[in-house]
């Protein structure tokens, strides 16, 4: 086959240009300087008494607020199982508004059986890629971290970033697994210096970075040409009719 040459001028009949945008300089532009300080939610991943991801998830926060942002942290504590309770329960209720109110997160899960753990999972499956015209996850920022018990591991990690990706979040490249966490914590429950603090310090400044970029830009920066396209009264009508709920 011929290979088409350059510059293609053999058009694009499949777009449909009135939704179809050119990214510009000017778009990922900040509409209004945002004077608040950076909004930062934090997830763990356990219910221990001693836990050493709720540990890394109050260092992260110590961070992030010498950092100049403002951050809070979600305890799961009576959160329901996902599908054992309506919506409208108080911790879910807690959770979603939390998620709103914040441009940056931070999810810290402990690895258990070669994964995250149930109740970070349950944390993440109530939170809905959409609620009516909000979407309380996309456009933030993300930082995963995890804990472990022994040798150092990414698998908690690997699937937190999926997670993240699925809820349409901008998940950082950094980020941080403490092995052997046991010895990483003295007794007061605070990390110790060493390698292992300096990464999570890493985690939390790229965090920042990345929030103060995006944040007042995020409905730019994932507005879809799809989606666009979706929003359309004509195209709503066509979907109901396909599906069966067209008005008769």
Avoid at 58 to 69: N, P, S, V
Avoid at 73 to 99: C, M, N, Y
Wanted: aromatic share 8%; charged share 25%.
């Amino acid at each position: 086959m011929d290979k088409p040459q350059q510059p293609f001028s053999d058009g694009m009949p499949n777009l449909s240009e009135v939704h179809f945008e050119v990214p510009t300089p000017e778009g990922v532009e900040a509409s209004a300087p945002l004077a608040h300080a950076p909004r930062f939610l934090i997830l763990y991943g356990s219910l221990r008494e001693r836990s050493f991801s709720r540990f890394l998830a109050y260092e992260a926060a110590r961070l992030l607020e010498a950092m100049g942002g403002e951050v809070r942290i979600f305890h799961a504590d009576g959160l329901p199982l996902p599908d054992d309770a309506t919506a409208d329960h108080p911790k879910v209720q807690e959770l979603r508004q939390l998620s709103i109110w914040s441009e940056g997160q931070v999810w810290v899960s402990p690895e258990r059986h070669g994964n995250m753990t149930g109740v970070m999972k349950a944390q993440v499956d109530w939170l809905p890629l959409s609620e009516g015209s909000v979407r309380p996850t996309q456009g933030r920022t993300l930082a995963v971290m995890q804990v472990s018990g022994g040798s150092q591991s990414f698998n908690a990690v690997n699937s937190l970033r999926v997670l993240g990706r699925w809820m349409r979040m901008v998940t950082i490249p950094n980020q941080s697994s403490v092995p052997m966490a046991y010895k990483e914590f003295d007794d007061a429950g605070r990390m110790k210096p060493g390698p292992l603090y300096d990464r999570v310090v890493d985690v939390c400044e790229e965090l920042m970075k990345f929030t103060l970029l995006t944040r007042g830009r995020a409905d730019y920066l994932v507005d879809r040409y799809s989606e666009r396209k979706e929003r359309e009264p004509e195209r709503l009508k066509a979907v109901a009719a396909d599906i069966g709920f067209a008005r008769r």
